[in-house]
């Protein structure tokens, strides 16, 4: 017997222009499925890109979905998950008022949750090997917090954690 979720996923990212930007995220989302493949799970953008979170809350709704957890996929909370996801989050609340929707904490809160503390160093590497890498060095705490100045870039990013 097929059953039929009612628990759904989104991950959200940002966004772009660049056609292959969503590759690496499309990878998690196919991850996450074989993770939980008791839920249903979709990619969603802020912007420049499809489907947005509204867009998929709506396609839920229709497929009987009754919880929602939303992932971001940012580094920490700035502006785009404490002002913009929360926005978008209050909105869709109101219309759907049937489906029970949580934010996830951004991926260095996690680690904070965790344990992690604050002072564990990270280094994050933009375009690893490319011409233009850049690399950022800082702390848990100013990840979580978005305190730091991304590089102009949409290069994948790795990003490594704790003390060695």
């Known amino acids: 017997m097929l059953i039929t979720p009612t628990r759904a996923i989104i991950l959200f990212a940002h966004g772009s222009s660049s056609p292959t930007w969503r590759e690496p995220f499309d990878a998690i989302a196919q991850r996450v499925r074989i993770l939980a493949p008791d839920a249903r799970v979709e990619l969603a953008f802020l912007e420049i890109m499809s489907p947005n979170v509204h867009e998929v809350v709506r396609q839920y709704a229709e497929q ?64 690893a090997s490319w011409a233009d890498e850049a690399v950022v060095r800082l702390d848990l705490t100013r990840m979580a917090s978005n305190d730091f100045a991304q590089p102009e870039t949409d290069a994948p990013c790795i990003i490594l954690v704790g003390k060695g």
């Open 64 to 127: 009987g979905i009754h919880h929602i957890r939303i992932v971001p996929l940012f580094f920490g909370v700035g502006k785009h998950v404490a002002e913009d996801l929360q926005g978008l989050v209050e909105a869709i609340r109101a219309e759907f008022v049937e489906i029970a929707i949580e934010i996830a904490p951004a991926v260095a809160q996690t680690l904070l949750d965790k344990g992690f503390d604050g002072d564990t160093p990270v280094v994050m590497v933009f375009g």
